[in-house]
């Protein structure tokens, strides 16, 4: 019931298929990523439900993968039903699929390939083998620059604690710490065309300057960060002010007027050039900069201040008698307005050492962005990946094939009910290049009985030659385009270690876990 429901919206297209998705509310999406296709499928199943957690899940954890953690715990379903009809206990089972997935991962451990992250060539490689099938394939060279350089831009080396022999903390041992979400921001601005799409070597924000008289182009400007407002303090709840004499009412005019001014005073002291708060700034404190030669922007977001922070290497302040030298940020090479359309921007380029980068999309339609938006998104996961485990798997289904294969040499070596379950998981792993196999248009069946052949004639090769045990690295896959077999380390596609072991623990664990449901209980509100 489940694969029937799911197979129509998850085929494993790599002729690249889209599909139009309409919502509720009237609204389209446009896509073919998986995680993005079960968000807007209404499935009223409740297994169904938890198996759309599945794609989620991946999503949020390696951010690729999606489509297959899905199509390959609907085959280990599939492949457990023989079991479950001639009443095989669903823990036998569940035991059976759980040392053949300790089995895969050794096997994914014994293939796997080091790589280095600044070696530009296999990481294109890399990247080229995760957004190939999707819709922005023909501008594959543009995406995949922009990938790279938006992740090595935030990517930075945080110490973490490592503990001592004695049982201290003080050693510190560098970890990378890769946070897309805050620091590379996707702008997403319709018109132009995907070609004119770039990561600036800074930030950009959609604001203007507050003052019409402000320099809107300034070179190595000197950039002062404020989260504290820069107009008089209101309170907090109503107050009221009683006044016996005329005089008073300028006196308290004059107090406000004299608050703003030594705020600007003391912020001009540091001579900044550019000035942004993410509070309001009344138009006295606007006079005063406009008089000082002194661009600001006011009401900027958090994350966008942050960001600018980071870019610039400015220190946020929260007050203005708190201002130190070291606050201001002179990172940053070329500040200058520009008009994109109807809207002003701010750029902030030609940064020195940015640990914060802007992405600017530009495309067609607010469709085509949203879709060019999630495919970049998966490249730059695949990326961090990468720069948190630099390990690597040969793509095209030549890993599944290979701990198929594997599964089932060491199946042979099983005794028992158990042997069952252990090879099933073998055969549940041939789905991927079988189906790589289906889209191409070629012979199924011919084509991954001659992959599989491939690989267990290197399992025999490798045992003449190192004994029993011997492993061989076996790296021949199916092309996405042609269907032929090739070797993925001539072709150059490869995986992250980590997405391929993420979709083979998810998928296993999940069909564990839906084997051992025997019934389903509706919770029925209680009658008044």
């Given at each position: 019931?489940l694969?029937?429901?799911?197979?129509p919206?998850?085929?494993?297209?790599?002729?690249?298929?889209?599909?139009?998705?309409?919502?509720?509310?009237?609204?389209?999406?446009?896509?073919?990523?998986?995680?993005?296709?079960?968000?807007?499928?209404?499935?009223?199943?409740p297994t169904?439900?938890?198996?759309?957690?599945?794609?989620?899940?991946?999503?949020?954890?390696?951010?690729?993968?999606?489509?297959?953690?899905?199509?390959?715990?609907?085959?280990?379903?599939?492949?457990?039903?023989?079991?479950?009809?001639?009443?095989?206990?669903?823990?036998?089972?569940?035991r059976?699929?759980?040392?053949?997935?300790?089995?895969?991962?050794s096997?994914?451990?014994?293939?796997?390939?080091?790589v280095?992250?600044r070696?530009?060539d296999?990481?294109k490689?890399l990247?080229q083998?995760c957004?190939?099938?999707?819709?922005s394939?023909?501008?594959?060279?543009?995406?995949?620059?922009?990938?790279?350089?938006?992740?090595?831009?935030?990517?930075?080396?945080?110490?973490?604690p490592?503990?001592l022999?004695?049982?201290?903390?003080?050693?510190y041992?560098?970890?990378?710490?890769?946070?897309?979400?805050?620091y590379?921001k996707?702008?997403k601005?319709?018109?132009?065309?995907?070609s004119?799409?770039?990561?600036?070597?800074?930030v950009?924000?959609?604001?203007?300057?507050?003052?019409?008289?402000?320099?809107?182009?300034?070179?190595?400007?000197?950039?002062?960060?404020?989260?504290?407002?820069l107009?008089?303090?209101k309170?907090e709840?109503?107050t009221?002010v009683e006044?016996?004499?005329?005089e008073?009412?300028?006196?308290?005019?004059?107090?406000?007027?004299?608050?703003?001014?030594?705020?600007?005073?003391?912020?001009?002291?540091?001579k900044?050039?550019?000035?942004?708060?993410?509070?309001?700034?009344?138009?006295?404190a606007?006079h005063?900069?406009?008089?000082?030669?002194?661009?600001?922007?006011?009401?900027l977001?958090?994350?966008?201040?942050n960001r600018?922070?980071r870019?610039?290497?400015a220190?946020?302040?929260?007050?203005?008698d708190?201002?130190?030298?070291?606050?201001?940020g002179?990172?940053?090479?070329?500040?200058e307005?520009?008009?994109?359309?109807?809207e002003y921007?701010?750029?902030f380029?030609?940064c020195?050492?940015?640990?914060?980068?802007?992405?600017?999309?530009?495309?067609g339609s607010?469709?085509v962005?949203?879709?060019?938006?999630?495919?970049?998104?998966?490249?730059?996961?695949?990326?961090?990946?990468?720069?948190?485990?630099?390990?690597?798997?040969?793509?095209?289904?030549?890993?599944?094939?290979?701990v198929?294969?594997?599964?089932?040499?060491a199946?042979?070596?099983?005794?028992?009910?158990?042997?069952?379950?252990?090879?099933?998981?073998?055969?549940a792993?041939?789905v991927?290049?079988?189906?790589?196999?289906?889209n191409?248009?070629?012979?199924?069946?011919?084509?991954?009985?001659?992959l599989?052949?491939?690989?267990?004639?290197?399992y025999?090769?490798?045992?003449?030659?190192?004994?029993?045990?011997?492993?061989?690295?076996?790296?021949?896959?199916?092309?996405?385009?042609?269907?032929?077999?090739?070797?993925?380390?001539?072709?150059?596609?490869?995986?992250?270690?980590?997405?391929?072991?993420?979709?083979?623990?998810?998928?296993?664990?999940?069909a564990?876990?839906?084997?051992?449901?025997?019934?389903?209980?509706?919770?029925?509100?209680?009658?008044?």
């Amino acid at each position: 019931y489940l694969w029937n429901n799911f197979h129509p919206y998850l085929q494993y297209n790599f002729v690249a298929k889209i599909k139009m998705l309409l919502d509720p509310m009237g609204g389209i999406v446009i896509t073919n990523d998986g995680n993005c296709i079960l968000r807007e499928v209404d499935v009223s199943h409740p297994t169904a439900k938890s198996m759309i957690e599945l794609s989620r899940a991946q999503d949020e954890e390696v951010g690729d993968g999606t489509t297959s953690v899905i199509i390959l715990a609907g085959e280990m379903l599939i492949n457990a039903e023989p079991f479950v009809r001639t009443n095989v206990h669903p823990t036998v089972i569940v035991r059976g699929y759980n040392y053949a997935l300790q089995e895969a991962l050794s096997i994914c451990e014994k293939l796997a390939l080091t790589v280095d992250v600044r070696d530009k060539d296999r990481m294109k490689d890399l990247v080229q083998s995760c957004i190939g099938t999707k819709f922005s394939s023909r501008w594959n060279d543009i995406m995949i620059d922009m990938a790279l350089k938006a992740v090595l831009t935030v990517a930075r080396e945080t110490p973490t604690p490592g503990a001592l022999p004695g049982g201290g903390i003080d050693v510190y041992s560098q970890k990378m710490e890769v946070d897309i979400k805050r620091y590379a921001k996707v702008e997403k601005i319709p018109g132009g065309e995907i070609s004119d799409c770039a990561v600036l070597s800074g930030v950009m924000f959609n604001k203007d300057v507050t003052h019409s008289k402000m320099r809107r182009r300034i070179e190595n400007p000197r950039i002062l960060l404020l989260d504290t407002p820069l107009e008089y303090k209101k309170g907090e709840s109503q107050t009221n002010v009683e006044i016996t004499d005329e005089e008073d009412w300028n006196t308290l005019l004059k107090m406000e007027e004299e608050y703003v001014e030594n705020m600007c005073m003391e912020i001009i002291a540091f001579k900044p050039d550019i000035v942004i708060t993410e509070k309001g700034v009344s138009d006295l404190a606007q006079h005063y900069f406009a008089k000082a030669n002194i661009t600001a922007f006011r009401r900027l977001r958090k994350t966008d201040n942050n960001r600018v922070a980071r870019a610039t290497g400015a220190t946020i302040v929260s007050r203005t008698d708190e201002i130190r030298e070291s606050d201001i940020g002179t990172g940053c090479g070329l500040f200058e307005m520009r008009k994109i359309g109807e809207e002003y921007f701010a750029y902030f380029e030609e940064c020195k050492n940015p640990k914060a980068c802007t992405i600017l999309l530009r495309g067609g339609s607010k469709d085509v962005l949203n879709e060019i938006e999630r495919n970049l998104s998966d490249a730059m996961q695949v990326v961090r990946n990468v720069v948190f485990d630099p390990r690597l798997l040969p793509g095209g289904g030549a890993t599944e094939m290979a701990v198929s294969v594997g599964l089932k040499k060491a199946g042979l070596k099983l005794e028992g009910v158990q042997q069952g379950p252990f090879l099933a998981v073998g055969e549940a792993m041939e789905v991927i290049p079988r189906t790589l196999a289906q889209n191409c248009g070629v012979s199924v069946i011919r084509t991954v009985t001659e992959l599989r052949a491939k690989h267990a004639a290197a399992y025999e090769e490798a045992e003449k030659e190192g004994g029993e045990g011997a492993f061989p690295k076996c790296n021949w896959g199916i092309d996405g385009t042609t269907g032929k077999l090739v070797d993925m380390e001539q072709f150059g596609i490869w995986e992250p270690f980590s997405v391929k072991i993420q979709t083979i623990k998810t998928a296993v664990e999940s069909a564990c876990m839906i084997l051992r449901i025997d019934d389903i209980v509706s919770g029925s509100k209680k009658k008044m």
